[in-house]
């Protein structure tokens, strides 16, 4: 419980430890066609397999969120991607062949001595998971037989499209005290223009993974004495923090809001109140004891308090409310902070930037009456299209999380009346703006309903921005009050928001988004001048202070290498705009543009070159 904005699982995980759960008859009737036809590529290779390896034992081989693997145990040999030439060939037959997948049953004294025959031992142990009284059922394609409870396509030439990936290392069953087994992952389409299409895509996104550009443009590092999922944020990644903080305190000063600023932990007793311990405690750090100092007799003392890391910036947010007697009148009241919060997530579930410990959230809560919550609420979806707008983000959906009725008081706090009240509020305005958005009954935030924000990058690539969430129920448990026009004292709802998430989860997602190459406003490096010659260096150097004056992120690069290989270094370190300057150019009081990835540009005089350079930092322009 508690506010928990941009709480969303990245899933592109792989984790060949967790062994899979057996699928029950039931699942297996519900496998999708592309499940079924990668299921069957599964026994196919295993087919290929044994056909090169007779020797080799068998595991499991189940489909895949992207494709299907096979377990195999083989001691002379240790596969690698060499080996996939081969093993697709093999394949090939296979599927020429067009072999059907032919079900039989044995009894399961049968089954065992088949296996045991053959020296399947796996197999043999597999067999106890089915339960008993369920049918026992083999598969047979050509000479592979195989343990299966299907389902398969109908025969092995329905396979057209697929490939092999990579191999990995994994245990039986996921335990490390178990035999070591050898997996190769594939995958299979329904036609080859699918197939390629996926793995143009998964290049793609190996090339924008944000880990590696993050490295390649040294933006961000990990390290071990620092701890798992700590971020350390270098020159270039901390320029993108600053500007994206630029960006979003003009924006939210020109809404507002009121900037505040709070520590990075409280004693327990705030979030016994915010309800965030215990229901909460297991993402947390532990917690940090301290014992009265300088008691009589100098030994150390008792715990006298616990203080925890912040997971989140609310009950800070909502002192300050508290801080000082409201009225109306001062309503609504928008504090805002890029609060850094701390979550114990597991060391497991660390990637990169996306899954981190440490977090700088773009926070802010909006303590507001009743009837101001409409135009708020209004206001706060407006700022994250219009950072939609700056960013490119061209297509997104708001997911409406609203309350089951049947479920107050136990899933949900027990406010009927603000409940309708509210969801009617939030329903009309997204209605209104004619926002694109879904709703989803019975997945409402225990104190109020909320908003997630899907948006799409470049690639395709879908991604949880943050919550905007409305809450009636913590404000109270806070006591929080203000004053009415005749003198009563109410609680204010209170609107939680982020509409650029955390800077790591954020930026992880721009970096894949841009690929690196960030728009001018953005990038780390901005321009970098090129001078030709000693002859030109001063020149350069004036156009050179005149951008910094200006706050330009701008560099002269001077060498004595060919002007290519300085281009080639500048378009690799994906400086935004370099000004080449020679002989002609400083005569001319010009400079030649040449734009990131863009190939050769124009001359331009120079005041005019700077004075779009400026316009389009002005603007954040997203080129
Ligand atoms: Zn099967
Ligand atoms: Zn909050």
């Avoid at 299921?39 to 299907?68: N, Q």
């Avoid at 339960?131 to 299966?148: A, H, K, M, V």
């Avoid at 993974?209 to 701890?227: E, N, S, W």
Wanted: charge should be negative; glycine fraction near 6%; aromatic fraction near 10%.
């Amino acid at each position: 419980m508690g506010s928990e904005h941009n709480d969303t699982i990245y899933t592109n995980m792989e984790d060949a430890k967790k062994p899979i759960q057996r699928k029950t008859l039931d699942e297996r009737n519900q496998m999708t066609d592309l499940e079924r036809l990668r299921h069957s590529c599964a026994h196919i290779m295993a087919t290929a397999v044994l056909r090169l390896w007779p020797e080799a034992k068998l595991d499991i081989g189940p489909p895949t969120d992207e494709g299907f693997y096979y377990d195999f145990d083989l001691d002379g040999h240790r596969f690698s991607p060499d080996d996939f030439e081969n093993i697709e060939a093999e394949m090939k037959k296979v599927v020429k062949e067009n072999q059907v997948f032919e079900r039989q049953t044995k009894t399961r004294d049968e089954a065992r001595a088949f296996f045991q025959e053959r020296g399947q031992n796996f197999k043999v142990e597999r067999l106890a998971d089915i339960p008993e009284g369920e049918e026992i059922s083999f598969y047979q394609n050509g000479e592979f037989i195989d343990l299966c409870a299907g389902p398969h396509v109908m025969r092995t030439g329905n396979v057209k499209a697929y490939k092999l990936l990579r191999v990995a290392a994994t245990y039986y069953r996921g335990n490390e005290k178990n035999p070591q087994l050898q997996r190769i992952y594939g995958t299979a389409f329904p036609n080859k223009t699918q197939l390629q299409e996926w793995l143009t895509a998964q290049e793609e996104a190996r090339k924008r993974d944000h880990r590696r550009i993050g490295k390649a443009m040294q933006l961000f590092t990990f390290d071990d004495d620092v701890g798992p999922g700590l971020p350390l944020w270098m020159p270039k990644g901390s320029i993108l923090i600053e500007e994206l903080e630029k960006l979003a305190k003009e924006t939210e000063f020109e809404a507002g809001y009121q900037r505040v600023r709070t520590p990075h932990l409280a004693k327990e007793s705030m979030y016994l109140t915010s309800g965030h311990l215990p229901y909460y405690a297991e993402s947390m750090f532990p917690p940090m004891e301290l014992s009265e100092d300088g008691n009589e007799d100098g030994e150390k003392g008792q715990v006298k308090e616990r203080y925890y890391l912040k997971a989140m910036n609310c009950p800070h947010h909502h002192k300050i409310f508290s801080a000082s007697p409201r009225s109306y009148k001062e309503l609504p009241l928008r504090l805002a902070e890029y609060g850094t919060c701390y979550r114990y997530e597991q060391s497991g579930e660390l990637m990169g930037l996306m899954r981190v410990r440490s977090m700088q959230m773009n926070d802010a809560h909006i303590y507001c009456m009743p009837d101001q919550f409409a135009d708020e609420f209004k206001a706060v979806n407006e700022m994250y299209l219009k950072y939609f707008k700056i960013f490119g983000f061209e297509k997104y959906q708001m997911r409406f999380s609203t309350h089951d009725p049947a479920r107050l008081g136990e899933k949900f706090v027990d406010e009927p009346e603000l409940w309708k009240k509210t969801e009617d509020m939030v329903r009309q305005v997204l209605i209104d703006s004619g926002i694109d958005y879904v709703e989803i009954p019975n997945e409402a935030a225990f104190y109020g309903p909320k908003i997630d924000v899907q948006v799409y990058s470049i690639s395709g690539r879908e991604f949880t921005i943050a919550t905007n969430q409305v809450d009636f129920a913590v404000p109270s448990k806070f006591g929080l009050k203000y004053r009415t026009a005749d003198n009563q004292f109410e609680t204010p709802l209170c609107i939680h928001r982020a509409p650029l998430g955390t800077h790591e989860r954020f930026l992880a997602f721009l970096i894949e988004h841009y690929a690196g190459n960030f728009p001018l406003w953005l990038a780390p490096e901005q321009i970098r001048i090129l001078p030709l010659t000693d002859e030109q260096m001063d020149y350069a150097k004036g156009i050179e202070a005149e951008l910094r004056q200006h706050g330009v992120r701008a560099e002269l690069e001077f060498s004595h290498d060919k002007l290519p290989g300085r281009i080639l270094r500048a378009e690799e370190a994906k400086v935004h705009t370099m000004l080449v300057v020679g002989g002609r150019e400083q005569e001319a009081n010009s400079v030649a543009v040449r734009l990131h990835g863009k190939g050769r540009g124009e001359v331009r005089p120079r005041d005019e070159a700077i004075a779009d350079i400026l316009e389009r930092i002005r603007t954040r322009s997203g080129d």
